[in-house]
């Protein structure tokens, strides 16, 4: 079924690379299953289920010591986590296409010849080789996170690793969750069947970046009925020539998959915790500068693709917008959205403690976000802002939002699944 699956799909630009069925069937099964968290509480599809268009339908999450799937999740209180995921859950439409070459919302992932394994990530010389691309490797550092998967100092032989520096070699928390899997026979026997054997992290990361790719697929929407010369339903087509004249979207969000994957800052309102270290103080998210450390980064975040964007709210890089016209609104006048801007405009699951308007209270550092704007006001009416909503619908791929080969009724480790 999965092999008549994969020669379904529509031929796109005919550069989408060919996986193997029996690897993007235990990358299916590895994405439900907890067992790659420390707690073996968390799967990949926690934050990022189909039923939340690939991402958990809040702005920020909460991951190790949370309760629950999207909107309804909620703290565990035996377990509280230290506080929310500092971004916003990205979808994982259309990753598998070799046009993705930058993940994470900050780009700290990416392609580089000039790196080990030929991939430029946070752990710099300390990177291993064997993974298929940046698909692949993005995958395996929410596991890395206390906050994602690994959970809390000394709760578990994974956060312990974590929490002591040791990422890779032989004591590393790749490895010890490499040991996890390796112990279950159906995930032992099917890595050996594609040539896995020994298993190796990389193989798992492999295996869940294959499944990404095939699963996500996104190209055959009235959209790329367009580009093939079917014209759009008249409102979508208004909305496309708003999108690509007037309004200026088509600066940033261009080509097949409406991003320039690039790098801007847009006066984002910045909630919850940030993006600072443990022993860092403060609520700031500086966004790409923190990965290049250059100024002029200050403030700039990936353009996200809009392919099925009407799936995937809430907006944002820390999701401080629940709807999407809301998102549009505050790109006609960004500076003037963010000194507008309430809390109360995001969908955050509660959570004791949590501080989640501190930049929003902090005058000098709402300045700073406003001063890097980049995008100038522009002035639509309502009927335009409709209009622009119809073309981003018609960016949407039923099949690819749906998921092709869904939920598993169970995984090999035994653990539950997250419907």
Not at 215 to 227: G, H, I, T
Not at 281 to 292: A, H, P, W
Not at 351 to 363: E, W
Request: charge should be negative.
């Amino acid at each position: 079924m999965l092999a008549a699956l994969l020669l379904a799909l529509p031929a796109g630009a005919g550069e989408f690379p060919v996986f193997d069925p029996a690897e993007v069937r235990l990358g299916q099964l590895l994405f439900y299953d907890p067992v790659l968290s420390g707690n073996r509480e968390v799967a990949c599809a926690t934050c990022h289920h189909p039923r939340f268009g690939t991402s958990d339908g809040v702005s920020l999450g909460l991951g190790d010591g949370g309760i629950g799937l999207g909107p309804e999740r909620r703290p565990d209180p035996g377990n509280l986590p230290e506080q929310r995921v500092p971004r916003n859950a990205t979808a994982l439409f259309n990753l598998g296409f070799p046009e993705f070459r930058v993940m994470f919302h900050d780009g700290r992932l990416e392609e580089d010849p000039g790196q080990p394994a030929g991939i430029r990530t946070p752990l710099g010389a300390e990177m291993v080789a064997g993974f298929d691309g940046v698909l692949a490797a993005q995958t395996m550092f929410p596991v890395l996170s206390p906050d994602e998967m690994a959970g809390h100092y000394g709760e578990n032989e994974v956060s312990t690793a974590v929490r002591q520096g040791l990422l890779t070699g032989q004591d590393g928390a790749w490895a010890r969750i490499t040991a996890r899997v390796a112990a279950i026979p159906d995930y032992r026997d099917g890595f050996a069947a594609i040539g896995a054997e020994p298993l190796r992290f990389t193989d798992i990361a492999n295996a869940l970046g294959a499944f990404i790719a095939v699963e996500w697929r996104a190209d055959d929407s009235p959209y790329d009925r367009f580009l093939a010369g079917v014209p759009l339903p008249p409102e979508a087509e208004a909305g496309r020539q708003l999108f690509e004249g007037k309004a200026g979207c088509s600066a940033c969000h261009s080509g097949r998959f409406q991003t320039d994957h690039g790098f801007h800052a847009i006066a984002m309102p910045q909630i919850g915790p940030g993006k600072a270290a443990r022993f860092e103080s403060g609520f700031r998210d500086e966004g790409r500068q923190r990965v290049t450390g250059a100024a002029e980064d200050a403030y700039r975040f990936r353009t996200p693709s809009l392919r099925n964007v009407t799936a995937t709210a809430p907006y944002g890089h820390d999701g401080a917008y629940a709807s999407l016209e809301a998102a549009i609104r505050h790109h006609l006048d960004p500076v003037g959205a963010l000194m507008a801007y309430d809390l109360s405009r995001a969908v955050l699951p509660p959570l004791p403690g949590a501080r989640d308007h501190m930049i929003l209270t902090d005058p000098p550092e709402t300045a700073r976000i406003a001063a890097a704007n980049e995008l100038a006001p522009v002035a639509l009416s309502d009927a335009e802002v409709a209009q622009i909503l119809a073309f981003l619908d018609s960016l949407s791929d039923p099949s690819a939002i749906a998921g092709r080969l869904g939920v598993p009724d169970s995984v090999p480790s035994g653990l539950a699944v997250p419907r």
